[in-house]
T-cell receptor
Framework: DMKVTQMPRYLIKRMGENVLLECGQD?????MYWYRQDPGLGLQLIYI???????SEGDIPKGYRVSRKKREHFSLILDSAKTNQTSVYFC????????????FGSGTRLTVL | KTQVEQSPQSLVVRQGENCVLQ??????????LRWFKQDTGKGLVSLTV?????DKTSNGRYSATLDKDAKHSTLHITATLLDDTATYIC?????????????FGAGTQLIVIP
């Protein structure tokens, strides 16, 4: 079953705390993405990973970092979360060579108080 | 500056009616265009991908067109169902590989009422 799984689904943190968002996929896709979605805006790319330890900044990387030590897992880390990082975060994956179907996770709704 | 504009922002139709969603973009180059459906609180699910000039695709009650000259796409939903209630998102890719960027519209919120 082709799937992108995100954990947790909901998370509430206080400003200044560290946050770890996890994403897994079972399709051996090379390329994985982290996006955030805010009301009235299109999804914004935070980071893209082309494979293990091959990560690139997206359009809004400030305040975030990522880790990809296994092809099937891609983590998003917020060191010292800020209130303006309250958002819904989506992970996605694709096989990576052509305009193939993009698979999205169900999202993590993060609230930073 | 927003490179993908969707209209209308929201739309209410009665079950059984047809509807048309619009997507205009300024992304260059425009390698391909995708339409996604996003149910409330869920992830995006791909409906169709359009690649070529004047492409037309059909996926059940969903059909889409792409006019690359006009940088315009439409998504038609025929005989709407209550389950069609969702946000529909237009995405333009500037390359055919993962090296390209995807440019997302803000979506059209479709509400289907009985």
């Amino acid at each position: 079953d082709m799937k992108v799984t995100q954990m947790p689904r909901y998370l509430i943190k206080r400003m200044g705390e560290n946050v770890l968002l996890e994403c897994g996929q079972d399709m051996s896709h090379e390329t994985m993405y982290w996006y955030r979605q805010d009301p009235g805006l299109g999804l914004q790319l935070i980071y893209i990973s082309y494979d293990v330890d091959s990560n690139s900044e997206g359009d809004i990387p400030k305040g975030y970092r990522v880790s990809r030590k296994k092809r099937e897992h891609f983590s998003l880390i917020l060191d010292s979360a800020k209130t303006n990082q309250t958002s819904v975060y989506f992970c996605a994956s694709t096989r990576g060579r052509t305009a193939e179907t993009l698979y999205f996770g169900s999202g993590t709704r993060l609230t930073v108080l | 500056k927003t490179q993908v504009e969707q209209s209308p922002q929201s739309l209410v139709v009665r079950q059984g009616e047809n509807c048309v969603l619009q997507c205009n973009y300024s992304v260059t180059p425009d390698n391909h265009l995708r339409w996604f459906k996003q149910d409330t609180g869920k992830g995006l699910v791909s409906l169709t991908v359009l690649v070529h000039e004047n492409d037309k695709t059909s996926n059940g009650r969903y059909s889409a067109t792409l006019d690359k000259d006009a940088k315009h796409s439409t998504l038609h939903i025929t005989a709407t169902l209550l389950d069609d209630t969702a946000t529909y998102i237009c995405v333009v890719g500037d390359r055919g590989s993962a090296l390209g960027r995807l440019h997302f519209g803000a979506g059209t919120q479709l509400i289907v009422i009985p």
